[in-house]
T-cell receptor
Framework: EDQVTQSPEALRLQEGESSSLNCSYTVSGLRGLFWYRQDPGKGPEFLFTLYSAGEEKEKERLKATLTKKESFLHITAPKPEDSATYLCAVVRHGGSQGNLIFGKGTKLSVKP | EPEVTQTPSHQVTQMGQEVILRCVPISNHLYFYWYRQILGQKVEFLVSFYNNEISEKSEIFDDQFSVERPDGSNFTLKIRSTKLEDSAMYFC???????????FGPGTRLLVL
């Protein structure tokens, strides 16, 4: 069964304390992996798309990487405004018209 | 910057009533999706729509649900006879092509009493 597992479930950081969020996946052939940010009561906001192992994307304090089994979202020197839930989602090969399979997310809190 | 919009932002309904949730996808996108998120749970796929027909649907998307693109801009999700367990946040998303980035709307919070 296709599965996306994110860890940790929750992460508390001090402002400036860098860390990484993990997304491991078991799907029958990965077509794409997506990272989103979700604020409470809002829709997922797109961050990155990764298509192949070894690929990396960066945006401000965030950097996403992809291997054959997992993806990491690295947060460098986070600020309180980075507090949100970070969602990982995949699209698999075979019959899928692009529907996303989501993980449960990592809730990040950054304290000043 | 173009964005997906959804109306209403909140809807309260009685069990057994019909509801229609509305979405305006990004104008040049070809694939449209509905997802739902029950409070505290993961985002779940409901249905994808392309070329005026359903491309794929999940087990959740049973006969009580239907989707429609009634004109060139709107994309709707209808729940014929709502149940308590339909209470959730419903998100519309669109993408230029399949497997490309999906952009989500702000959601409609549906509460079934």
């Amino acid at each position: 069964e296709d599965q996306v597992t994110q860890s940790p479930e929750a992460l508390r950081l001090q402002e400036g304390e860098s860390s990484s969020l993990n997304c491991s996946y078991t799907v029958s052939g990965l077509r794409g992996l997506f990272w989103y940010r979700q604020d409470p009561g809002k829709g997922p906001e797109f961050l990155f798309t990764l298509y192949s192992a070894g690929e990396e994307k960066e945006k401000e304090r965030l950097k996403a990487t992809l291997t054959k089994k997992e993806s990491f979202l690295h947060i460098t020197a986070p600020k309180p405004e980075d507090s949100a839930t970070y969602l990982c989602a995949v699209v698999r090969h075979g019959g899928s018209q692009g529907n996303l399979i989501f993980g449960k997310g990592t809730k990040l809190s950054v304290k000043p | 910057e173009p964005e997906v919009t959804q109306t209403p932002s909140h809807q309260v309904t009685q069990m057994g009533q019909e509801v229609i949730l509305r979405c305006v996808p990004i104008s040049n996108h070809l694939y449209f999706y509905w997802y739902r998120q029950i409070l505290g749970q993961k985002v779940e796929f409901l249905v994808s729509f392309y070329n005026n027909e359903i491309s794929e649907k999940s087990e959740i998307f049973d006969d009580q649900f239907s989707v429609e693109r009634p004109d060139g801009s709107n994309f709707t999700l209808k729940i014929r006879s709502t149940k308590l367990e339909d209470s959730a946040m419903y998100f519309c998303a669109s993408s230029p092509w399949q497997v490309e980035t999906q952009y989500f709307g702000p959601g409609t919070r549906l509460l079934v009493l």
